[in-house]
């Protein structure tokens, strides 16, 4: 952010009712609504914490102790926790997600695990998959 002055930018009328209110002080204008723009959105932040707590939660999936992880990605260890809490609960969606549309298919209770394999496999290693299984 940078500051202008008003009487190089404003029309002399609205900066003499600005004065009314304000007076050699310095102001903030905001955007509009609909101009708007997220936390991160023009630096891209926002998806360097996302990879980088991608690599954390798989990292602890690979047995990694969260106080190493705390160390090896410079983090609290609560921030760590909070991390994996947020991975854990992505998981256990997507789990419920997969398993309501393997529910729609009336797939035997043996058949609906082998889905769920298969379907976890192909979204993690993108191997193929059996075509007898429904996707």
């Known amino acids: 952010m ?31 609504t609909e101009n708007r ?15 980088r707590n991608t690599r954390l939660f798989r ?11 705390a160390d090896k990605y410079c983090l609290s260890l609560k921030s760590v926790q909070s991390d994996l809490i947020t991975g854990k609960k992505k998981i256990v969606v997507t789990i419920k997600q997969t398993m309501s549309v393997a529910n729609s298919f009336l797939l035997s209770r ?18 193929a998959l059996p075509r007898i299984l429904p996707l």
Request: proline share 4%.
């Open 37 to 51: 723009r997220s936390w991160g959105d023009t630096t891209g932040i926002r998806q360097e914490i996302a990879a």
């Open 2 to 32: 940078s500051y202008k002055k008003a009487d190089k930018i404003l029309p002399k009328e609205l900066l003499e009712i600005i004065q009314q209110y304000v007076e050699g002080e310095s102001i903030y204008i905001p955007r509009k």
């Open 110 to 127: 043996y058949h609906i695990s082998q889905w769920v394999s298969a379907h976890f496999l192909w979204k993690k290693f993108k191997v």
């Open 59 to 69: 990292d602890y999936q690979n047995g990694a102790d969260p106080v190493r992880l």
